[in-house]
């Protein structure tokens, strides 16, 4: 349709194209409205569906597949290996958890190996957004991972243009976190927009001291240039698998009250 053409091109004047002008053409995915979501949300360690409400979001995840929608509040499930979903055509659906970083943190697949698996399972799954890759914003390459999160999308954009002949038309997902100063996250934020203009979620951040003012200066950055923001959080107790952060990130205390960040990051 004309509309889709001019949305996909960003067309100021849709009267006014040129002879010659290379024009990108939407398939039917991108065509089908999906259900909104709104902008903040969840990645959840540990699964309390009582949090959701006292942080105020409006989505969440865990790490795995999960449909679940307690208080109202949906589950964007995860393809954390890149495996077929469980479910056709879920309207969401991320794909991967840090690619580019080593296992229990992350799921190790190249950028080839992705786009092969990613185009896998949007030809079964038409009616489906996904959200691929979900990158660690560190270079992963001294522990033995793939490197750097920036380099990874950049390389998944171009393999996956190689194998389907046609831009990626999905949405990215990226991840970062902060020591104390905001200052290192926010250069790897600004990074990623730079490497793709379209939809980008900010899946996962976190403050490692727990400084609040921390969680503000990325808040106020990612809600004004991200798609979807999601702030990661344990809860005591924790998993005990490894993989979870030891501290600084939780949004909730033990015993269901917020923290200092927490607090923050529910009031914006």
């Known amino acids: 349709t004309v509309t889709s053409i001019v949305a996909a091109n960003r067309i100021k004047n849709p009267n006014l194209i040129y002879v010659g002008q290379r024009l990108r053409i939407w398939d039917k995915l991108n065509q089908i409205p999906v259900r909104a979501i709104a902008k903040k949300g969840l990645a959840m360690a540990t699964y309390h569906p009582e949090d959701l409400l006292s942080l105020k979001v409006s989505w969440y995840y865990t790490w795995g597949w999960n449909t679940q929608v307690p208080n109202g509040i949906p589950a964007v499930p995860m393809c954390r290996n890149f495996e077929m979903p469980q479910e056709s055509n879920v309207p969401y659906l991320l794909v991967g958890n840090e690619p580019n970083a080593i296992e229990p943190y992350g799921r190790p697949t190249t950028p080839k190996e992705a786009a092969l698996l990613v185009f896998t399972i949007e030809r079964s799954n038409p009616l489906t957004r996904m959200v691929v890759g979900n990158i660690a914003a560190d270079d992963?390459?001294?522990?033995?991972?793939?490197?750097?999160?920036?380099?990874w999308l950049k390389?998944?954009?171009?393999?996956?243009?190689?194998?389907?002949?046609?831009?990626?038309?999905?949405?990215?997902?990226?991840?970062?976190?902060?020591?104390?100063?905001?200052?290192?996250?926010?250069?790897?934020?600004?990074?990623?927009?730079?490497?793709?203009?379209?939809?980008?979620?900010?899946?996962?951040?976190?403050?490692?001291?727990g400084n609040p003012n921390t969680i503000k200066a990325i808040m106020d950055y990612a809600m004004a240039n991200f798609d979807r923001v999601a702030a990661y959080t344990n809860r005591q107790p924790h998993t005990g698998e490894g993989w979870e952060i030891g501290t600084g990130v939780e949004l909730v205390n033990g015993d269901g009250t917020l923290t200092p960040s927490g607090t923050i990051f529910a009031g914006m």
């Open 155 to 209: 390389e998944f954009r171009i393999e996956y243009r190689k194998l389907t002949g046609r831009v990626f038309v999905h949405a990215l997902g990226v991840h970062v976190y902060a020591q104390d100063d905001p200052t290192w996250a926010l250069n790897r934020l600004k990074e990623y927009r730079k490497i793709c203009a379209g939809e980008m979620w900010l899946t996962e951040f976190g403050v490692l001291s």
């Open 140 to 151: 992963w390459s001294s522990a033995g991972g793939w490197g750097s999160g920036a380099n």
